[in-house]
């Protein structure tokens, strides 16, 4: 009677253990040390990875797209400028071109430096992600910069300084045109050429795009730098007697100073748009220096030496050492970040040169009179300028 009820036990427990085993079968499970060495571990499934290690072989492929926008400034790199000038210049003592007359004695110095005008040249081009490495090529000149003296005399008693006791003109002594003088006219043309070619490196943030937390920036620079001095003083010696022809001595000096230079760029920002700007450099190079004399008549017809024959027109050359300092100052409306306009004044000192007033001669009697370069003086270019800037 019992055999039923066990039957119906043993149903109930084959039951259970199905549904155990069929739970089981639902649920993954990892495999077990005793699995992985029974089928080998090669053939054993990497678990799903969702991003790749970047160190994977350890090579890093490259930034994430996105991840550098906005580390570099979007300043333009170009800009270029062009102002205008006014300057003018010191002279040395000057030398007497008569003897006195009547309390009058005109002199080279007579022949004042005057303000004329001149251009002012740059161009440059940024460098490197953050822009604080920039290139500039700098040029200004002053041109015709000189002026005018004269002394005349109703008696015709001017006597020239110097006299030629040496020289002939036209096939007569040239005492007869620098004796006995209605008149004389000292004159001066002097030029100023300077270029520049400078690297710059800037400290903090470029000047146009100062941020509000900063008002100053400072940059170094170096570089080569050319600057020449030339002077030209003429002296017209017009004769009692109106037979004969003026006759011209002329005096060009010329220096070109070469060499490296280095200097700063300094700039404050005291207004949102205005910058106050100092620059000074420093130089010390070679000068090559020359002197050519001559007297010569209006047309060209040059006075001869008695003793060779050979025309009165001696150049001659000298190579020392000089030196140059100069200060910008100035100040700077930055009106967009395109677009700058200026207005500062310069001074430029330069030493150890030689100038047309210290080779006036005394006395014309050979070539050897004429030659050689008397250095050693100094003079201060120095005036204002006004103009602009863009970038691009």
Same mark, same amino acid.
Request: hydrophobic letters at 45%; a negative charge.
């Given at each position: 009677?019992?055999?039923?009820?066990?039957?119906?036990?043993?149903?109930?427990?084959?039951?259970?253990?199905?549904?155990?085993?069929?739970?089981?079968?639902?649920?993954p499970t990892a495999p077990t040390a005793a699995v992985a060495s029974d089928v080998g571990p090669g053939a054993i499934a990497a678990p799903p990875v969702y991003v790749t290690d970047p160190r994977a072989g350890?090579? &890093?492929?490259?930034?994430?797209?996105?991840?550098?926008?906005?580390?570099?400034?979007?300043?333009?790199?170009? #800009?270029?400028?062009?102002? /205008?000038?006014?300057?003018?210049?010191?002279?040395?003592?000057?030398?007497?071109?008569?003897?006195?007359?009547?309390?009058?004695?005109?002199?080279?110095?007579?022949?004042?430096?005057?303000?004329?005008?001149?251009?002012?040249?740059?161009?440059?081009?940024?460098?490197?992600?953050?822009?604080?490495?920039?290139?500039? %090529?700098?040029?200004?000149?002053?041109?015709?910069?000189?002026? +005018?003296?004269?002394?005349?005399?109703?008696?015709?008693?001017?006597?020239?300084?110097?006299?030629?006791?040496?020289?002939?003109?036209?096939?007569?002594?040239a005492s007869a045109y620098l004796t006995n003088l209605s008149s004389q006219r000292i004159s001066r043309a002097d030029i100023i050429n300077d270029i520049e070619i400078n690297w710059v490196y800037s400290l903090?943030?470029?000047?146009?795009?100062?941020?509000?937390?900063?008002?100053?920036?400072?940059?170094?620079?170096?570089? %080569?730098?050319?600057?020449?001095?030339? !002077?030209?003083? +003429?002296?017209?010696?017009?004769?009692?007697?109106?037979?004969?022809?003026?006759?011209?001595?002329?005096?060009? +000096?010329?220096?070109?100073? %070469?060499?490296?230079?280095?200097?700063?760029? #300094?700039?404050?920002?005291?207004?949102?748009?205005?910058?106050?700007?100092?620059?000074?450099? &420093?130089?010390?190079?070679?000068?090559?220096?020359?002197? +050519? @004399?001559?007297?010569?008549?209006?047309?060209?017809?040059?006075?001869? %030496?008695?003793?060779?024959? @050979?025309?009165?027109?001696?150049?001659?050359?000298?190579?020392? &050492?000089?030196?140059?300092?100069?200060? !910008?100052? /100035?100040?700077?409306?930055?009106?967009?970040?395109?677009?700058?306009?200026?207005?500062?004044?310069?001074?430029?000192?330069?030493?150890?040169?030689?100038?047309?007033?210290?080779?006036?001669?005394?006395?014309?009697? @050979?070539?050897?009179?004429?030659?050689?370069?008397?250095?050693?003086?100094?003079?201060?270019?120095?005036?204002? #300028?006004?103009? #602009?800037?863009?970038?691009?």
């Amino acid at each position: 009677m019992r055999y039923p009820a066990a039957r119906h036990r043993v149903a109930a427990a084959a039951l259970l253990l199905w549904a155990a085993e069929t739970a089981r079968a639902q649920v993954p499970t990892a495999p077990t040390a005793a699995v992985a060495s029974d089928v080998g571990p090669g053939a054993i499934a990497a678990p799903p990875v969702y991003v790749t290690d970047p160190r994977a072989g350890d090579v &890093f492929a490259a930034m994430p797209v996105g991840m550098g926008d906005g580390l570099a400034p979007a300043w333009p790199r170009w #800009f270029a400028g062009a102002s /205008g000038l006014v300057m003018t210049r010191t002279l040395p003592a000057g030398s007497a071109t008569m003897q006195p007359l009547g309390g009058v004695q005109l002199s080279t110095d007579d022949a004042n430096a005057n303000w004329p005008g001149g251009v002012d040249l740059h161009i440059g081009r940024w460098f490197g992600m953050r822009q604080q490495h920039a290139v500039e %090529f700098i040029y200004w000149g002053v041109y015709q910069l000189g002026g +005018t003296g004269k002394a005349t005399s109703s008696s015709a008693a001017i006597d020239a300084i110097p006299q030629a006791p040496g020289v002939t003109v036209a096939g007569q002594p040239a005492s007869a045109y620098l004796t006995n003088l209605s008149s004389q006219r000292i004159s001066r043309a002097d030029i100023i050429n300077d270029i520049e070619i400078n690297w710059v490196y800037s400290l903090w943030d470029r000047p146009e795009f100062l941020p509000r937390e900063r008002a100053v920036s400072l940059m170094w620079l170096a570089g %080569f730098r050319f600057f020449e001095v030339s !002077d030209q003083l +003429t002296l017209q010696n017009s004769p009692g007697d109106v037979s004969l022809a003026d006759l011209d001595l002329d005096v060009a +000096t010329n220096n070109n100073i %070469f060499g490296a230079q280095v200097g700063a760029k #300094f700039d404050w920002r005291f207004l949102p748009r205005l910058r106050l700007n100092i620059v000074p450099k &420093f130089m010390i190079g070679g000068n090559a220096i020359t002197n +050519t @004399s001559s007297l010569l008549q209006a047309d060209g017809t040059y006075g001869t %030496f008695t003793n060779d024959g @050979s025309p009165v027109k001696v150049h001659s050359t000298l190579g020392v &050492f000089s030196w140059l300092g100069s200060v !910008d100052t /100035g100040v700077a409306w930055d009106v967009t970040d395109h677009w700058s306009l200026s207005m500062g004044y310069r001074v430029v000192g330069v030493g150890n040169i030689a100038q047309a007033d210290g080779q006036w001669p005394g006395t014309i009697n @050979s070539a050897a009179s004429l030659s050689g370069i008397s250095a050693g003086s100094s003079t201060i270019v120095h005036g204002g #300028f006004a103009g #602009f800037e863009g970038r691009y």
